[in-house]
Each structure stands twice: as structure tokens, then as C-alpha cells.
């Protein structure tokens, strides 16, 4: 076992990493001002039926009205879809399944993204340990990363077994019950049930806009999420939190009670494994790789674009090996970088042409390997001729440069702002223009401290003709806080 997951409790903000042999692979932030939405379950109504775009907007109370497509709504027919948990391929039509004013069980698949409303569902899902619980589905079906078809049977024949013919709902068999004893999916099942009977007696009584069932903070989304057999321990910096973690593993994960450390260390924990570190290389545009080269990441509103360069790295006998070597490399911190910051969508990765097929082959395995271990959904093409990759990577929660950062704002996120000479020459333009059309005695130029240095230097002379040309005097002053892009002509 070399993974470990470390925790840090602070005022208003839970973060959780989890490092694989020292390296640090995913991180999860949790602040109370901005908890995740996702999983929550809320009693909602209607607003709005839009049958060009085949969904509804429905309020639940939320800041922004959230959204809900046809195919996420629940027919008879979807229900015996449960193996693969999808809606039909053939949807009908949304006037048919909803209408304006109604009241609806709905659950967030997607957190609100930068101006989007919530995703939703009606197709109710509902996570335990091992399985998850469909209200409205039918039948059991086991996760497709539990690859051994010997386990899949026995997983499928124990839960079978325990289903009676009267019981609603069905289920699908985690990930993390691969080995799990039968007796531990049957307590699952059973909890299950029994929190579908509570959650069904408040929704019924609940308001539109209410919300009926949250999802579990951080620190035991982390337990029952993330933590699986090889984790090998559990490092938490607060001993409260340390103690409802264990509470919680005593009832759902006995083995891993004792794996719940508390960490008492002087520095923070964060600093100690070089975490702080990390997250801050993964605000980062550019990526160095141990050989030399680099990766560029470029995210924008539509996709996200990775670029691989050779950089330094010289060092095999030919270009197409320096070449595959390289994209070799990248690829695995390809994959590790897309956990780390989370990023979701669209995704074109733009690796250095490779003249063998064979090396495209072989680098597009080691992409599909590396990705193995990630929890969010993707699909990847094959290699274009140009090199490039198209893949998806399923995108459910803001990803970690938009939960820290926003954007900036002299550039307003565009990532350049225009030069000093271009402010000049604007500001040249400006007092054209504003002497055509006024009657002043004088004009007075505000502008950042960069541009009216300029002004004073390089631009003198022209600030002179300009002088003569309106027959007026012009006057530079300094403002501290503006912006180099930003200035004011003022006349007086």
C-alpha cells in the first residue's frame, strides 16, 4: 500500500489530498461559503419549459434557475436501464414529461459552472460504501472497472440474492466492493433502503426551492469516495475531525479505522509533504518535464489545449526517438496534471509529430494506462496524423484554477494587455478627437505611471506637434492605481 490521503481542517476550508507513493494526484477543496451541490437532492418547480432546446429550468432555490434536459428525466422505459445507468437513446419529447408549475424530485449531476445554472436529474442515485441505490431502476449492475469476471459473478449473485420480489428499486455494485463480503452488501442494501424511506417521507412534505438531502461533507466524501483498499493511511490535522472520520469508519469501514491518524507535526501538513508546492506548479500555464521538455495547458471557455515541446531534451541518438521519448513522458503527466487540476470538457492535446505509427500507438496506451486510476469518466480518440488527441474527461465540478483564481482584472482574462506605445497612441487619437468636438482652455491626460513616463520620453516630440496642432496646452498627471491600459483624457 503506497497511497495516503492527507487532510487539512482550517476556519472555513477543507482540503483533501491524496499522494501515491509521495506524489501528490488529486486535490479537493471543500469551503463553507461554497460547498459542492452535487448529489444533493432538492424539491423543485418548473419555471420554464423550452421545447427548442428539449429541457426545463427549474427553481431549487439556488441562485440561478438550474437546468434539466429531457434525457436526465426518468420514463417507465429507462428504468430497466439500470446495467448502464443511462437514459434511452430516444427521448421524448419535454412537453410530454414536465409542464410549467410542477413540482419534481431533482438531484444535481454538475455544480453551477461560471454563468451555467446547475445540471439536474430526476433519475435519483444514492451512494453508500459499496453500492449505489436507484429508487427508480431495477435489476443490479457492477462496476466495469471490476475487471475479474469470477468477482463480477459473485458480486451480482450475492446481491441477487438478497433482493426480494416486492423491493423496488436496483443497484449498482462500486468499485470499492471488489472482495467486500456478503454480509457487508447486505447491511449496505439495507442502510440504503432505509435512508430512500426517510428522504421519500420529507420530500413529500418539503416546499419547492427546499433542499431535502445533502451530501456528506468533505472528510466522509473523502472515506467513502476516495479511500479504498490501498490507502494506508489517513493523516487529519484536527483532532474533531479526526474523531467523526473514525465514527464514520466504524460503521462503514471498520479496517480503516486504525489507518486514521492524527497529524501533530510543527509544520502544517500541507508544507511537510510539499503540497502547497504542488497546488501552486498547478496554477501554472507551463509544465516541466524531468528530461526537459515541457507542457503548455491553455484553458479556455470551450476546451482545454495541452502543447508538448521537446524544450532541452536532446538526449537520444535520433529526432523521432528524442520525439517518442518525450511524448512518452508527457503523457503520464498528462494525465496526472488533468486530476490534479481537475480539468473537464473538451481536451485536444497537441503532441510533437511522430513519423512511426507504431510510437503514435504506444504513446496513445501509455495516455489510456495513466488514466486508469482517475475517477472522473473519459473517452479518448486515436492520433490524428498531426499528432493531436481529442478526448473527454467527464466535468463535474469547477476545476482548480477557477475555484482559486479568477480572472485577472487589467486583461480581463484574455492573458495580455495592450503595450505601452498602443496606450499612447490611443491616448494621440482621443485628444483628436475630443478637440474636434469641444471648446476647452486646456486638456489634462490621466494615465498609469508607465505611460505618462513614455509620454515625457520617447513620445515627446509627437506630444508637442499634437500640442501645436490644437493650439491647446496638454498636461500629463500620474494615477497610481490605473491600470497600464487604462486612462482618461479630462478637459478643462
Not at 279 to 305: H, N, P
Amino acid at each position: 500500500m503506497t497511497s495516503e490521503v492527507l487532510v487539512n481542517i482550517s476556519p472555513r476550508e477543507t482540503r483533501a489530498a491524496l499522494l501515491d507513493e509521495g506524489v501528490l494526484q488529486e486535490l479537493f477543496i471543500e469551503r463553507a461559503n461554497k460547498r459542492g451541490l452535487i448529489s444533493n437532492i432538492y424539491k423543485g418547480r418548473v419555471s420554464r419549459v423550452l421545447p427548442g432546446m428539449q429541457a426545463a429550468f427549474i427553481d431549487v432555490g439556488l441562485e440561478r434557475t438550474a437546468f434539466l434536459h429531457a434525457s436526465d428525466i426518468v420514463t417507465p422505459s429507462d428504468a430497466e436501464q439500470v446495467e448502464a445507468n443511462h437514459k434511452a437513446d430516444i427521448t421524448e419529447n419535454i412537453q410530454s414529461l414536465v409542464s410549467e408549475g410542477q413540482e419534481i424530485l431533482v438531484q444535481v449531476l454538475k455544480d453551477p459552472l461560471g454563468t451555467k445554472g446547475a445540471r439536474l436529474t430526476t433519475f435519483i442515485t444514492i451512494p453508500s460504501r459499496y453500492l449505489v441505490f436507484m429508487p427508480k431502476g431495477r435489476g443490479v449492475g457492477v462496476s466495469s472497472r471490476i475487471e475479474d469476471e469470477v468477482e463480477r459473478t459473485r458480486l451480482r449473485s450475492a446481491m441477487i440474492e438478497f433482493i426480494r420480489p416486492d423491493d423496488t428499486g436496483g443497484y449498482i455494485v462500486r468499485t470499492a466492493a471488489e472482495g467486500a463480503s456478503a454480509d457487508a452488501l447486505r447491511a449496505d442494501m439495507l442502510f440504503l433502503q432505509k435512508l430512500w424511506t426517510v428522504l421519500g417521507e420529507k420530500s413529500a412534505y418539503a416546499k419547492p426551492g427546499q433542499l431535502v438531502h445533502a451530501d456528506l461533507p468533505l472528510t466522509l466524501r473523502v472515506l467513502r469516495d476516495v479511500v479504498l483498499s490501498g490507502v494506508a493511511k489517513i493523516s487529519v490535522d484536527q483532532p474533531e475531525a479526526q474523531q467523526v472520520m473514525i465514527e464514520f469508519a466504524r460503521t462503514f469501514i471498520p479496517d480503516m479505522c486504525e489507518r486514521i491518524e492524527l497529524f501533530q507535526g510543527d509544520r502544517p501538513i500541507f508544507d511537510l509533504y510539499g503540497v502547497e508546492e504542488e497546488i501552486q506548479r498547478s496554477l501554472d500555464r507551463k509544465v516541466l518535464l524531468k528530461s526537459g521538455g515541457y507542457l503548455i495547458f491553455d484553458q479556455t471557455e470551450s476546451m482545454t489545449t495541452i502543447d508538448v515541446n521537446t524544450g532541452a531534451y536532446v538526449g537520444h541518438r535520433t529526432l523521432e526517438e528524442t520525439i517518442f521519448r518525450t511524448n512518452l513522458e508527457a503523457a503520464v503527466a498528462i494525465a496526472r496534471q488533468l486530476r490534479l487540476r481537475n480539468l473537464g470538457g473538451i481536451i485536444i492535446i497537441d503532441f510533437i509529430d511522430m513519423e512511426e505509427e507504431e510510437h503514435r500507438h504506444q504513446v496513445l496506451q501509455a495516455l489510456e494506462k495513466a488514466l486508469t486510476g482517475d475517477h472522473a469518466k473519459t473517452q479518448i480518440s486515436t492520433v490524428s496524423p498531426l499528432g493531436l488527441v481529442e478526448m473527454t474527461r467527464k466535468r463535474t465540478r469547477e476545476s482548480l484554477e477557477h475555484m482559486l483564481c479568477k480572472s485577472c482584472p487589467a486583461c480581463e482574462g484574455r492573458g495580455f494587455v495592450k503595450t505601452i506605445e498602443t496606450v499612447c497612441y490611443e491616448i494621440f487619437r482621443e485628444i483628436l478627437r475630443q478637440a474636434k468636438q469641444f471648446q476647452f482652455q486646456e486638456l489634462m491626460v490621466l494615465a498609469s505611471q508607465d505611460v505618462v513616463e513614455r509620454l515625457l520620453d520617447e513620445e515627446s516630440a509627437a506630444l508637442a506637434e499634437l500640442e501645436v496642432h490644437i493650439g491647446k496646452p496638454i498636461r500629463l498627471q500620474t494615477e497610481s492605481l490605473y491600470q497600464q491600459d487604462q486612462y482618461d483624457v479630462v478637459l478643462m
